[in-house]
């Protein structure tokens, strides 16, 4: 971007929710022959192993730099219409 806004803040995530430090959150299964295994969340859930990475961004400006930031990202091409 070639303008920027004092006191602004990008929210970039780059990870699952429920992933810690990009390692998947481990479970303790307890089979009915007694034997126990821990094993990632997303083995056991296709819920969980469906999620995909958020691939948006949220910008944080200041109320009254609304505007400003709205025009910039128009400019850019990251928005269209009003």
Known sequence: MTQTIDNSFIDEPERSFYNLD???I???KEYESGKKEIIPLSELSNVVKNIKTVKQKRIYVRSSDRDK???IL???GFIDGK
Do not use: K, M, V
């Open 22 to 24: 990009n390692d998947d």
């Open 26 to 28: 481990r479970i303790l």
């Open 69 to 71: 930031a709205i025009g």
């Open 74 to 76: 128009r400019r850019e």
